[in-house]
């Protein structure tokens, strides 16, 4: 009957949403405490590469941003803050 297949259908739905939302939870955990990829590595060197820096000599991610020590062609220190999602610089901070 129509009225048990709509039933059928919301528990279906909340279960899905509920297997989800845990997933998302986890997944979450995971990217905040995780080292970057060896392909996300290469995107931010190309990116800093553009902007002037060396490569980042240690990279964490924190709050949705990956944060980076670098040295811009003068030598100097800086802080650098990436975007998770394309790698643009969204931050920097000169370091000494």
């Known amino acids: 009957p129509p009225a048990r297949r709509a039933v059928t259908m919301r528990a279906t739905i909340l279960a899905t949403a509920m297997v989800l939302a845990a997933a998302g939870t986890a997944g979450a ?8 990829t060896g392909e996300e590595q290469r995107m931010m060197a190309l990116v800093l590469k553009a902007e002037g820096f060396a490569p980042c000599t240690t990279v964490t991610l924190a709050d949705g941003r990956w944060s980076c020590r670098t040295t811009n062609a003068q030598g100097q220190g ?7 999602l394309d790698f643009a610089v969204i931050g920097r901070q000169r370091i000494e």
Do not use: C, E
């Not at 955990?29 to 970057?36: G, H, N, Q, T």
């Not at 800086?78 to 998770?84: C, F, M, Q, V, W």
């Open 29 to 36: 955990d995971d990217l905040a405490s995780r080292a970057p």
């Open 78 to 84: 800086y802080r650098i803050s990436l975007s998770n």
